[in-house]
């Protein structure tokens, strides 16, 4: 079983900034995929950024692509995910997710099985 625990959340003005992590833990995660997700007051968990096992193919919702980047540290058996340029509609608990597959790096929430208690971003106007 994996163990995921997301930090780096909090309150910031639109255009700042803000690095979610996600550490793992109770197995490695160097040979899993790594996602975000996120789920606004009222509205149904998303999509937001996907990383393969190796980091190198990741893959963004197009709200977030040029702003959002997905990264991970396998040694540290940690993913990141670096947001600038927040918007006001950003403003969701965001979830880290994990799951092993075979191929490819889906983008569908019941795809995952491992899933951290998540993290809360608010951006301001």
């Known amino acids: 079983q994996v163990q995921l625990v997301e930090s780096g959340g909090g309150l910031v003005q639109a255009g700042g900034s803000l690095r979610l992590s996600c550490a793992a833990s109770g197995r490695t995660v160097s040979n899993y995929v790594m996602a975000w997700f996120r789920q606004a007051t009222g509205k149904e968990r998303e999509f937001v950024a996907v990383s393969s096992w190796s980091g190198g193919n990741t893959y963004y919702a197009d709200s977030v692509k040029g702003r959002f980047t997905i990264s991970r540290d396998n040694a540290e058996n940690t993913v990141y995910l670096q947001m600038n340029k927040l918007k006001p509609e950003d403003t969701a608990v965001y979830y880290c997710?994990?799951?092993?597959?075979?191929?490819?790096?889906?983008?569908?929430?019941?795809?995952?099985?491992?899933w951290g208690q998540g993290t809360q971003v608010t951006v301001s106007a």
């Open positions: 997710a994990a799951a092993l597959f075979s191929s490819g790096f889906p983008t569908t929430a019941p795809r995952y099985n491992y």
